[in-house]
Nanobody
Framework: QVQLVESGGGLVQAGGSLRLSCAAS????????MGWFRQAPGEERVFVTA????????EYADSVKGRFTISRDNAKNMVYVQMNSLEPEDTAVYYC?????????????????WGQGTQVTVSS
């Protein structure tokens, strides 16, 4: 059983940056693909980015390409997403997720473990 705890959310002005962190425990971190999803009020949870078990492969939603960067530190059981050039449309609760597989997943149903989420609010 993997436990995930996100941190780093907050309020930022448009054009600003935030770095979200996710601390994992209770499993073999390097055996899990890690992903970030977000959910805005009244909307479904959607894919943001994912990273392979060894950190060599990444995937991004078109809406964040060039602005967000995912990374992981397997020695520290941590995954991060650096978010730059934030836009009001990025406002959402951001969730860290883990799946014990080789392939990167882009659907919430592909991930078995979830954090509690961290709020990101971007003001215009």
């Amino acid at each position: 059983q993997v436990q995930l705890v996100e941190s780093g959310g907050g309020l930022v002005q448009a054009g600003g940056s935030l770095r979200l962190s996710c601390a994992a425990s209770g499993g073999t971190f390097s055996h899990h693909v890690m992903g970030w999803f977000r959910q805005a009020p009244g909307e479904e949870r959607v894919f943001v980015t994912a990273i392979s078990r060894d950190g060599r492969l990444t995937e991004y939603a078109d809406s964040v390409k060039g602005r967000f960067t995912i990374s992981r530190d397997n020695a520290k059981n941590m995954v991060y997403v650096q978010m730059n050039s934030l836009e009001p449309e990025d406002t959402a609760v951001y969730y860290c997720a883990a799946r014990r597989d080789f392939a990167l997943g882009v659907w919430p149903s592909e991930y078995a473990y979830w954090g509690q989420g961290t709020q990101v609010t971007v003001s215009s």
